[in-house]
């Protein structure tokens, strides 16, 4: 590879983990950038070298979230875990099967997250603890942890959104509560589809670690952001993140 491309590539990871850390979505901005610099490889080897330099952004993200916000270790984890499982199912069939079938209902869902965020100010913006009860929890897990992190798995723009909303939504965490427990269950899906992507060969390596050491530093200055200026901040992100992916799809949809 081109040393000039390289170092777009770079670039490129750094504002990609600087987008996940705040929202989610850093694939909206890395994975095109990878399709663009190597056209020639394989796109399962591509998203496995996405999914190797994002695990260590929102791992990094995870870690600088936990040291300021108090997670919900009963919702969490047991997301988490199942986050494994759900990418892992998800990357196997990315290694076989074409997404685009999945990309109009996915377009469908994005639009509604967009009025539902812009229509309701006040979602995300303060907790609600009434919505905590039990049913919305083992929703919350079950949505969270088995729905996004397969489509994780599949395709992966934008499961950072998802994950945020299924926890802003259902559990009426606040946006910021609700980006340090996505960040937590990311990183599961991450790894979950690694393995799997790993495991088939589908990983350049020296690539995914240049880049995963420009998300950490993307990361870090994100969730910062996101810590100090609060959930208006992160609702206006989510909002820009959430069109821009609706552009994206529609533009491999119909272009």
Known sequence: MDPEILGLLLLVALGAGWVDAVVGGGGLVLLPALLVASPTSPLATLLGTNKLGAVFGTASAAVAYARRIKLEPRIVWPTAGLALLGSGTGALLATALTADVLKPVIMLVLAGVALMVYFRPAMGTAPDPRLRTRNRALAAVALAGLGVSFYDGLI???TGVFLIIAFTAVLGMDFVAASASAKIVNTA??????VVFAAGGHVLWWLGLALGACTIVGAQIGSRMALNRGAGFVRT?????VLALLVRMGWDLFA
Do not use: D, F, M, S
Request: hydrophobic share 55%.
């Open 237 to 241: 992100v989510l909002l820009v993140v």
């Open 156 to 158: 992966g723009p934008g």
């Open 189 to 194: 899906t991450n790894v979950g589809a690694l």
